[in-house]
């Protein structure tokens, strides 16, 4: 098997959908697998390709997807959540 993984990756994504996410996740839960640190970290970098690739399609910005996370991270870290009026 060519690259650096040692199992076989089942996901073949495609650019601009979520299947490339699943892809890339897989190859970073292989990665950690492997316990090595520096694939983990290329593995990262093409999720956040794979999610900006997404974004795009959605016609968004990995700035709006920035915001949002932290609006989320901020109701995760208080439990609380604003209610929708």
Known sequence: ???YHIRQIV??????????????VEE???ALEQDNKILALVELSDI???????A???????????????AT?????SGERTPRT
């Open 1 to 3: 098997m060519a690259g």
């Open 11 to 24: 996901t073949v994504g495609e650019f601009g959908t979520t299947s490339k996410i699943r892809e890339e």
């Open 28 to 30: 970073l839960e292989e």
């Open 48 to 54: 956040y390709g794979a999610l900006e690739g997404v």
């Open 56 to 70: 795009e399609s959605l016609g968004v910005t990995m700035y709006d997807v920035k915001k949002m996370a932290e």
């Open 73 to 77: 991270r901020r109701s995760f870290e």
